[in-house]
């Protein structure tokens, strides 16, 4: 990249060059053109010449073999080393830029190559001690008499700028304790960045300047403010925190790092992995923020693996030691209460980026293992909460923020999928740690202060409590009923009302045993809240026209459709719902039936139905039903039925089936008696299986016989028969 720049625009001026001596000056141009042209090609040759055949070799002392495990952390003083090739010098590009800085005096080639600087790896062991001086130099002549930076040269000095700090930033973790004077001016570095301060060199300037005037502050020397700098770190060109990224870790690793260091860090963070800053950042930009985060809690690298410009190769390595430290990290921190006894820092610091670690962890979820300690990670949380209801605030805003962003490290760190398409998907965590209903009443008291006031934070705990399959304790039942309802509600959000749906359909069979309630008033009030609140997360507006085939809320979507009947098919199961299943549900349930012949909700449709309707008589939605329609009900039941009939309350229900089944069997054909027998015949296999695994299903058995053989005595009569169905 870099000779192709350079020689384009050495070509550039040899085309302007050849222009200029054609015409009246033909002769001079042709003696200049035969003169000029071997100069090129030589210039050409030379630079190729001079990468392949530069004898140094990037090598450092404490490097040390890449097949560290990343378990093998701070807390023992091992380094993590990261899989990057060794490269040579030869095969780098910085001896070249470092070569045309020297030596070229054309300013466009001098202004190419001082920009290429912080995009180029600069190895360790490279002396650019005479660079550093000569930048300096020439930054230096780019100011006027009045110290302001001359017009016509401010992209000069901003290149020079950013080359100067970056190539010494380098130089500073190489050499690290102690500071040395590496601009060759007599004094010290910092003293060489003050009197740079003083000069008018515009904001951005001064930032990176400042920034690394921050790594060579003398042992007696006074803090450098950037309180200033995060506020306005939006303001910046993307180019600037982007280049923090690379460098701000030689600030950890040195030990030139403060509050307002930490701020910054932060800040950068943020501002490069946010979504709204930074829809689709960069594999790169990924691994410099995730390898400063890893930094930031104590994990520690080697010096020529901080110094690469490119990380990403390693992303896998280094999400997976964020994950396995910020998480240890995490656990010490307990409430948050006490971080200012952390001497180190680390503590402090994890607490600080539970804010931005999401950030980091969630475009890489492919490139780590999941945790599974999502019930240690769960306990910090529930840290959290004891605190803010023990703390007496009133608005307890920064405890309530650490928790929200806790819960959601928990749900990333099990690389749990917060996409609201995924929320009919059946996600599965790595084995937790035991647990009882109880460890999850603080989660549902949670739900119920916050559902009105953060929808996303109710999201993330619905979504937590259905993929751990929490059952509720007996004490907190009701409370979680009382959410589940509220939170389907036609005025919530339909990622929230589908995935209080998914909850609910977990929590099926506790929701159906109603009557176990004592307090008939809570009873009453569930029996009549809880069966329009599960229509309404279905279909929060009866005949809204979908936006498109993605539309959530549309009138058709297969796992949406099937959590639905299955969860009313549960409750159907209990003779209290009937009443309060009645009227809009069998509605709804009948219009989906032109729609499920050919999949298993058939059979959950045909449940509803024959439960509900012998006793709902005045239910006049079925007259609409013809007996064909009926039967093709009954016998699409049939075909699917062998696939869920391990499925207890699938179970109990075949008895009921056989009875329906009968009572429209008349009106079938041959064909259709063919397939009911067999239908049925793979039924009884599945019955027998079940007798001789749980010593059931025999009772169920002998009324699936007798519908087996109505079924082949009217096939029998058919066949004898001169007319046919």
């Given amino acids: 990249d870099v000779l192709q720049r350079l020689l384009g625009i050495v070509r550039r001026r040899w085309n302007r060059l050849a222009e200029s001596l054609r015409g009246s000056i033909r002769t001079t141009g042709a003696f200049a053109w035969r003169s000029l042209q071997p100069l090129f090609t030589t210039l050409h040759n030379g630079l190729r010449f001079f990468i392949q055949h530069s004898p140094k070799r990037v090598m450092d002392s404490e490097a040390q073999s890449p097949d560290k495990d990343t378990d093998v952390l701070a807390e023992n003083g091992c380094t993590l080393a990261l899989d990057f090739p060794d490269k040579p010098t030869s095969n780098l590009e910085a001896p070249s830029v470092k070569w045309l800085l020297e030596t070229s005096t054309d300013p466009e080639v001098f202004l190419a190559a001082a920009s290429l600087v912080p995009q180029v790896d600069w190895p360790l062991d490279l002396d650019v001690s005479d660079l550093l001086h000569q930048l300096y130099d020439v930054l230096m002549s780019c100011v006027g008499f009045h110290g302001h930076i001359v017009p016509s040269l401010k992209e000069k000095a901003s290149a020079c700028t950013m080359a100067l700090s970056h190539l010494h930033c380098g130089r500073v973790l190489q050499a690290h304790s102690g500071h040395d004077e590496f601009h060759g001016h007599g004094t010290g570095d910092h003293q060489a960045f003050l009197q740079m301060e003083l000069w008018s060199m515009g904001v951005d300037n001064a930032r990176v300047l400042a920034t690394a005037m921050k790594l060579c502050l003398p042992d007696d020397g006074n803090e450098i403010s950037l309180s200033w700098f995060p506020s306005h770190l939006y303001d910046c060109p993307d180019s600037f925190p982007e280049w923090l990224s690379h460098s701000l870790p030689y600030h950890f690793v040195t030990g030139q790092v403060d509050e307002v260091v930490e701020n910054l860090a932060i800040a950068v963070l943020s501002k490069l992995l946010s979504p709204l800053s930074s829809p689709s950042p960069s594999n790169q930009i990924i691994a410099n ?115 929200l962003h806790a819960l959601r490290f928990a749900l990333t760190a099990g690389q749990l999928s917060r996409d609201p398409a995924q929320v009919w998907y059946n996600q599965y965590l790595p084995e937790a740690d035991p647990h009882s209903p109880e460890d999850f009443d603080w989660l549902v008291d949670y739900l119920d202060y916050m559902y009105s006031y953060d929808k996303e934070v109710a999201y993330d705990i619905l979504l937590l409590l259905d993929v751990m399959e929490v059952r509720c304790s007996p004490a907190k039942q009701y409370q979680f009923i009382q959410s589940l309802i509220a939170c389907m509600d036609s005025d919530m959000p339909s990622h929230l009302r589908h995935v209080a749906l998914r909850a609910a359909h977990r929590a099926r069979e506790v929701i159906a045993s109603v009557d176990a309630i004592d307090d008939a008033e809570l009873r009453d009030r569930i029996l009549t809240e809880f069966p329009p609140a599960i229509l309404t997360a279905v279909c929060s507006q009866p005949g809204a026209t979908p936006i498109n085939d993605d539309d959530p809320d549309r009138d058709l979507h297969y796992n949406r459709d099937l959590c639905y009947l299955e969860l009313v098919f549960t409750l159907a199961g209990n003779s209290h719902w009937h009443p309060h299943l009645s009227g809009d549900h069998i509605n709804w349930c009948i219009s989906m039936i032109a729609n499920c012949s050919f999949s298993s909700h058939a059979f959950y449709l045909a449940g509803i ?89 025999d009772g169920v058995a002998v009324a699936v016989k007798e519908l087996r053989s109505a079924a082949s005595d009217m096939l029998e009569k058919s066949v004898n028969s001169e007319g046919f169905f």
Avoid at 298 to 315: E, P, Y
Avoid at 643 to 664: A, H, M, N, S, Y
Wanted: glycine content about 4%.
């Fill in 289 to 403: 923020c995730t390898l400063l985060a890893c930094v930031m809690i104590g994990v520690q690298f080697d010096k020529k693996d901080i110094a690469r410009v490119d990380k990403s190769s390693a992303l896998p390595q280094l999400t997976q030691s964020l994950l396995t430290h910020f998480q240890k990290a995490l656990w010490a921190c307990g409430d948050g209460g006490d971080l200012e006894k952390d001497s180190t820092g680390v503590t402090r610091r994890a607490w600080r980026l539970l804010d931005v670690i999401c950030l980091m962890l969630e475009p890489a979820e492919q490139y780590y293992i999941p945790s599974s300690h999502i019930m240690q990670n769960l306990d910090t949380c529930r840290k959290i909460y004891s605190r803010v209801r023990s703390s007496g605030e009133q608005y307890p805003w920064a405890s309530l923020n650490a928790l």
């Fill in 609 to 697: 139905l024959l439960r509900i309707t012998p006793e709902q008589l005045s239910v006049t939605s079925l007259d609409s039903m013809t007996g064909q329609q009926w039967w093709d009900l009954m016998q699409s039941a049939w075909l699917y039925a062998n696939d869920i009939i391990d499925d207890e309350q699938c179970f109990e229900f075949l008895p009921i089936l056989v009875e329906g089944t009968k009572r429209f069997i008349q009106i079938t054909s041959k064909y259709s008696l063919e397939d009911l027998i067999r239908d049925v015949n793979s039924v009884l296999d599945a019955l027998e299986r079940r007798d001789s695994e749980q010593g059931e299903g």
